[in-house]
Nanobody, 131 residues
């Protein structure tokens, strides 16, 4: 089944930028396209619940952002590249965590911040922002 994998994390200073990528795992025998999926980005730090960051729908509906990242993060998708990106600018220490992407087939964004709406999850990528 589809396994969306997040990559691109790293260690940056406060105010820096990173671009995360979500793409189907290459370790499956079948090819999966992200075209029919809404893709959500979530982050989690130890001891806290998984927090919704952003989501992009499978169609032209507006993307979603949490208040904490609005104006700093931009989500986009490239169907030709079969990937979804999260451009993170002006990073703050509180943005640190493990970032996961998840897929919701035909997701319309109504419950974009609810992790249970997403059927497919994969490995996350670590983001550390130093002050």
């Amino acid at each position: 089944q589809l396994q969306p994998v997040a990559s691109g994390g790293g260690l940056v200073h406060s105010g820096g930028s990173l671009r995360l990528t979500c793409a189907p795992s290459r370790h499956t025998l079948e090819y999966y396209t992200l075209d029919p999926y809404a893709i959500g980005w979530f982050r989690q730090v130890p001891g806290k619940e998984r927090e919704a960051v952003s989501a992009i729908m499978y169609d032209d509906r507006p993307a979603k952002y949490s208040d904490s990242v609005k104006g700093r993060f931009t989500i986009s998708r490239d169907n030709h590249e079969n990937a979804v990106y999260l451009q993170m600018n002006n990073l703050k220490p509180e943005d640190s965590g493990i970032y996961y992407c998840a897929a919701d087939k035909w997701g319309d964004g109504t419950k974009w911040s609810d992790p249970t709406e997403y059927e497919h999850w994969g490995q996350g990528t670590s983001v550390t922002v130093s002050s």
